[in-house]
């Protein structure tokens, strides 16, 4: 059971196990990372490009064409898996006390994980751009 900080009243970092340590390093670090992703990705769709002339077509001519773009919207959709997941992971940690459901819970979720990042790998980096990529 995670112990509450009474200072910041959120999850401490635990202490011994290395699983649990890198996963609380990952949490946060994705969530800064999505922070960063999130409103970087807003500002340019919605500041610096008109949202009136972006379709599907706009995306694959003008943002998909470019490798840059296709890592960045990459990387956003890998933070965003990496931190759902280490967030569902730690709800049922927490919720899920029966072993065997735990580890089928655990293994379900590993490898729902595994499908959504070979599928949004192979759709961000595979879907034609017009004119490269």
Do not use: C
């Not at 509450?4 to 635990?14: A, M, V």
């Not at 919605?46 to 470019?66: G, L």
């Not at 990459?74 to 580890?103: C, K, N």
């Amino acid at each position: 059971m995670a112990t509450i900080s009474p200072i910041t009243r959120g999850r401490s970092k635990p202490q011994g196990n290395r699983v649990e340590t890198w996963a609380w390093y990952g949490m946060r670090i994705s969530g800064v990372a999505l922070f960063v992703l999130a409103l970087s990705h807003f500002a340019i769709t919605h500041f610096v490009f008109d949202p009136a002339d972006q379709d599907a077509a706009w995306i694959a001519q003008n943002r998909w064409s470019e490798m840059f773009w296709r890592s960045f919207d990459w990387l956003m959709l890998m933070s965003v898996l990496v931190h759902s997941f280490l967030g569902m992971r730690t709800v049922i940690g927490d919720t899920v006390q029966a072993p065997r459901a735990r580890t089928v819970a655990l293994s379900a979720l590993y490898l729902t994980g595994l499908i959504l990042f070979a599928l949004g790998s192979v759709v961000v980096f595979t879907m034609p751009g017009i004119g490269g990529a």
